[in-house]
């Protein structure tokens, strides 16, 4: 359901505590009450959410995702390649790069995998932590992941699903421009080939590739 | 160049016509022109002005919509065979053919893929830029042990037409002295990592009679003045080249023959004509021209010319020759053999291996190299046969550091992950090997007898398969390259073995379809590229050849088609064409 909040709008409602209440119903509208009554929780991280109200715009993604869906995706990306030294999946703008990329460049099995996986890892955040992933503390995020990748209980289909998701986070992040030239060295014009250059365990890959 | 370089209506009896401006067709256009010919080049696509038509060169993967992929609804509708292509990208889509317009069929059970780039330059703008001559071997293979016919020329024959292409292209490469891959005229070559050293010493002390050398390739690695006055420039390792490349660093049409040609005055260039058919007097026993139907308005115009040159690529310009039906060849023209478009081959690209290079953490390379190391042929002669089955194979292949491309699916979440993937990885090497396809009657393309395209020029039909000797070859191969790579002490080595799962045309190595014989019984050309039974039709690409030996053909094109120009003239001077 498109809304007409502009982002400025929705964050003043979202910072004023009076218009928390307000809030909430826009929230149920967009994203239906089980999003809503996580945010009710105890919605002190709504970063996420705030993204969801402008990406569930239908003619952006198609509704590929739902809002609830969109949020837990915005989570992933940060979970999975943070903010350190350098920008997060996030700040790259990953978030929104999957759903489109999925949209255009992918298999609706692909699509519908990501659909699964997200839900998944929600589902198992509920099961664990009585919450939405999106309402984890990073940590909590983090080793759930890790859980997802390596637990005995998450069957191989999951695993598959998961590592195609991330994969195609991490494509997402190294052929941004944030990705390709600051979390990556970026070599537009290299001046010819050098068969032997020094390197360090520092060493930044070649973000600049022939072939993606 | 001449501001009436394009023509559309034309009543002018030009010396040549040549049909096709890829690589070889780039070349005759340059050498009739520069021996005084008036000369029309006909290119069945659009123009591609050099520089100004490389729309996408300089754009970094962000710049592009999908990150360089491209859209699945466009790659369905217009690219389904295109798209298996290495090369094909949103940064190069533009310069592949468009399979909807351009359909054909193949035989029920197989494929064929067969790339196309229909465009002024043709695949000279697309190719993969390796450059290699053929040996003595290559051309004695058919003769030694009996399988296609007999090469109607040795190496002698286009050793100096060789050395005239390379100088004037630019050819890097290192001097090696073998016997089975003669040298070039060189540039000088690209430099090797610091583990292709390594494994190349360990491989060479390991298997005699096996070499790892640097690639050979089309670019220019330091111009000489030759090249700098064709307004080209040194390579600066972008290995962006199917983006095409506005310092003219690799050849191309664009880049080197075209302006050559275009330099002499003497060049005329209908674009967008889609050749029909050749237009045959029965009088004379001679072509006369050549059909047009219209690229876009499907109108038709005819060009004529004292010879024509067929230069539209293997599979094109056999569809020509097999759509000129006349009554002195019914079965199409200059095919009183009968084996116009048999012997159908391409190269098998469908086994190798890659390993882990343990070590060398403090080394890296900087740049791009548009190309990798070549492992030649050493199977190049019966006494080196295997047991099981006929001819050789090489290897390419090249080292690289794993990064994020490689170790995005490893386990791994946050701060630390993100490290990894951002850092050198373990060194990788990795080799593919290029293996002889066998010229084989059964593998041929033929016109569709119902089915027709958009131009009115029936479909090509082919029916191409992998024999039994390819499938042997490869099976080798995979276990060869494992084995090399392991006696140079890499580890973690995994092989693979595609030749069940991929079709023949994907190496873009498609040659044979109106070979070149001694005996006008069983070949369409003479050892000229002259049709046996039209003495002013010439075919120059690379349906005239016997064989695919194991190297890159194109600077084979380039050598015979300059060779065939130069005969052709003298021919035409002499008044016996």
Redesign the interface.
Known sequence: MPTNLTKTELQQKVDGQDNRRLFMKKMVCLFGATTALAVLSGCDKSEALRFTAQGSDPSKNDNLFSGHELTVLYSLCE????K?D?PSAVEAGCHK?VP??LQ????KQQQNDCIQIINTVDMQANVKFGKTFVLLQPQQQ?QL??DI??DALTTDIEKSQF?FL??LI???Y????IG??Q??N?????????????????????G????? | MTTDLYIHESNQVYDAIVVGSGITGGWAAKEFCERGMQTLMIERGRVVEHRKDYITE?K???QF????????LLTEEIYSVQKKC??F?DMTKHFFGNDKDLPYSTKEGTGFDWIRANQLGGKSLLWHRQSYRLSDFDFAANKADGHGNDWPIRYNDLKSWYSHVETFAGISGSEEGLEQLPDSEYLPP?????P??HVKQKIEEQFPGRHLIMGRTAHL?KPTQLHLEQGRV???????CHKGCSLGAYFSTQSSTLPAAAKTGNLSIAPNSVVHSLIYDEKTQRVKGVRVVDNDNLTTREYFAKVVFLCASTLGSAQIMLNTKTKSFPNGIANSSGVLGHYLMDHNYNAGATATVEGF??????????GGILIPNFQYKPSLYKKDYVRGYGFSGGSY?E???SN??Q?????D???T?????KWKMKLGAQGEMLPRFDNYMALHSTKTDKWGIPLIHIDCTWSENERLMMADAEQTAVDMLTKAGLTEVESFNSVDRRNPGLAIHEVGTARMGRDPKESVLNGFNQCHDVDNLFVTDGASFCSSAVQNPSLTFMAITVRAVDYCVKEMKAMRI
């Open positions: 979970s999975i390649l943070p350190t350098t790069f489109h990329q255009h460049c992918h298999s983090q992941l890790l990748e390596s590592s991330k994969a991490v494509f997402g190294f052929t941004s421009e390709a030239t979390a990556l970026y070599q537009a014009m290299p001046g010819g080939f050098k068969g032997s250059i020094p390197a360090t365990s520092e060493t930044k890959s070649w600049s590739q022939a072939y993606y | 300089g970094g993967p962000w919509d999908n990150r360089t992929k491209v859209d699945n290495y090369a990208s690209f430099e090797m990592t610091a292709e050293l690695t040194a390579c600066q390792a972008k290995s962006e953490e403090d080394e890296y390379f900087s740049g791009r190299r548009p550091r990064s994020w491309q995005a699916h386990k791994g979440i946050g701060a992950y993100k490290a993937l951002t850092k050198l990885g």
